[in-house]
């Protein structure tokens, strides 16, 4: 949101599931994303971004998996994952619509090695 200040959130890794939840490595929810915003605590941001390397572990609608990565820079925001100005994959489905990019069911942002 306009102004809205970041949040540092570190981990290794973290989860996309099909409930929109964000989730740590313990499975609890760091944040939930609806209505195009990730609510993490009480504050609501546009999009969360992950410093690199990171690799992507995703699995399709279809249940076909695959790797992509690594990656210097990755956000998640209007329902899709980027990195820089690349649209790489949509995370939800009711964006699905309006692209023919890929779309995931979960998405894992691995710490590269």
């Not at 076909?64 to 998640?76: I, N, S, W, Y």
């Not at 994952?81 to 690349?86: E, N, R």
Request: proline share 4%; aromatic share 10%.
């Amino acid at each position: 949101m306009h102004g809205e200040l970041p949040v540092l959130i570190r981990g290794a890794y973290f989860r996309i599931g099909t409930d929109g939840a964000l989730r740590g490595p313990d499975n609890a929810i760091a944040a939930t994303y609806a209505d195009g915003f990730w609510q993490l605590a009480q504050r609501r941001h546009r999009a969360f971004e992950c410093g690199g390397p990171v690799c992507l572990r995703l699995t399709g609608v279809d249940g076909q998996r695959a790797e992509l990565g690594p990656f210097d820079f990755v956000k998640a925001a209007e329902g899709a994952i980027f990195t820089h100005d690349t649209c790489l994959g949509i995370h939800d489905a009711r964006r699905s619509t309006l692209s023919a990019l890929s779309l995931w069911k979960e998405v894992v942002f691995l710490s590269a090695p």
